[in-house]
């Protein structure tokens, strides 16, 4: 079953074939996703971060049109001085899975939407092999404007942007985040660690249950890899049906681009 489903996966997302022997060493991720459905996940706190919930800040938190407009007028870092605009957001802004990419590149900013252009496109086949339509998902960047030369937003860049996106979280209360690619992962974990360590475990982001997977970016330059984010694929897909997320009629809202 495992085999046909990470076959079926495969060639939506560009893989036409992938050998047996690949196949046998994931032939035990249908048990660790049948434990997830029946025991919960194993969850590692790595991140305690003070988002604020719907309880407490989140009332006095701003709503989405004036968040948008702060980001827009922004002139915190130097990644102003550069920008044609910002990007801001896209998708379902009260979605229960939220994506964070790392920094936007010319195509999103051009567009002035977050993963477009050939990642957007592998992460829309990405979601559907697993049932879910992109637009039942949010998607965010850990910084709102494209950094130059497609370099590595620095940290000061990363720690001045860094109060939207925990103003996104707070807004959207997502009951499942995804992390895409190492920089994210590593800004929004507060954590310096490979790739490798920070996936196939769970972390906390102010509570939230929230996984590590490679950046659609990555697996385009590194197609082999493909199939180790199916693994966490069915992570992030069953960790949602434990919590009764993403209903198969959830309509998509619009989430203002700047």
Not at 177 to 204: E, F, K, N, T, Y
Request: proline content about 7%; aromatic content about 4%.
């Amino acid at each position: 079953m495992l085999g046909r489903s990470l076959s079926f996966y495969l060639r939506s997302v560009g893989c036409d074939a992938v050998s047996a022997a690949h196949l046998a060493a994931l032939s035990l991720q249908q048990d660790v996703v049948q434990d997830v459905r029946e025991e919960g996940v194993p969850t590692v706190a790595v991140a305690k971060i003070a988002i604020p919930t719907a309880s407490s800040d989140l009332t006095t938190a701003p709503v989405w049109d004036e968040l948008v407009q702060q980001v827009v007028h922004c002139t915190a870092c130097d990644l102003a001085q550069g920008r044609s605009q910002t990007v801001f957001a896209s998708g379902n802004p009260h979605a229960d899975l939220l994506l964070i990419g790392e920094a936007p590149g010319p195509d999103e900013e051009r567009q002035g939407e977050p993963l477009v252009g050939r990642p957007g496109n592998l992460l829309t086949r990405m979601l559907a092999a697993i049932g879910l339509v992109r637009e039942q998902v949010l998607i965010i960047n850990v910084v709102k404007c494209r950094p130059s030369n497609n370099r590595d937003p620095r940290p000061q860049e990363i720690a001045s942007c860094r109060h939207f996106m925990d103003a996104q979280i707070a807004l959207a209360q997502p009951k499942v985040i995804g992390l895409l690619g190492r920089l994210a992962a590593c800004a929004v974990l507060a954590q310096d660690a490979p790739l490798s360590v920070l996936r196939h475990q769970w972390h906390q982001v102010g509570g939230i249950p929230t996984y590590v997977t490679h950046h659609p970016s990555f697996l385009l330059r590194s197609p082999q890899q493909k199939a180790q984010s199916w693994q966490d694929l069915l992570q992030i897909k069953a960790r949602l049906d434990a919590v009764g997320g993403l209903d198969a009629t959830g309509a998509a809202s619009f989430c203002p681009a700047s």
